[in-house]
């Protein structure tokens, strides 16, 4: 499967955003899908996570009541809605295809896209 990022950008902080991340493949709704992201200096980190079929999501306690994933799998995509936004979510923000089992990434990512949210 491919995946395609986008939708970031520069917004004030508490501000709104929505990335989509598209895919290729006629896989895509066999697979749990998920959002990390890596902040300058910091590793990737998980970010949410949705079922094969939609049905259910995961969040970091950091994301939580914050950022809703959701999917289209009619589109073959699937989405990261952000409110609220603060600066430490400033960050190039990845797509992945996760195992539908363990939700472990199985190393189909996105190329990125930058979502900045300057204080």
């Known amino acids: 499967v491919q995946l395609q990022a986008s939708g970031g950008g520069l917004v004030q902080a508490g501000g709104s955003l929505r990335l989509s991340c598209a895919a290729s493949?006629?896989?895509?709704?066999?697979?749990?899908m998920g959002w990390f992201r890596e902040a300058p200096g910091k590793e990737r980190e998980f970010v949410a996570a949705v079922s094969w079929g939609g049905g259910s999501s995961y969040y970091a306690d950091s994301a939580k009541g914050r950022f809703t994933i959701s999917r289209d799998n009619a589109k073959n995509t699937v989405y990261l809605q952000m409110n609220s936004l603060k600066p430490e979510d400033t960050a190039v923000y990845y797509c992945g295809a996760l195992n539908s089992g363990s939700y472990s990434p199985l190393g189909y990512w996105g190329q990125g896209t930058l979502v900045t949210s300057p204080a």
């Open positions: 493949g006629r896989t895509f709704s066999s697979y749990a």
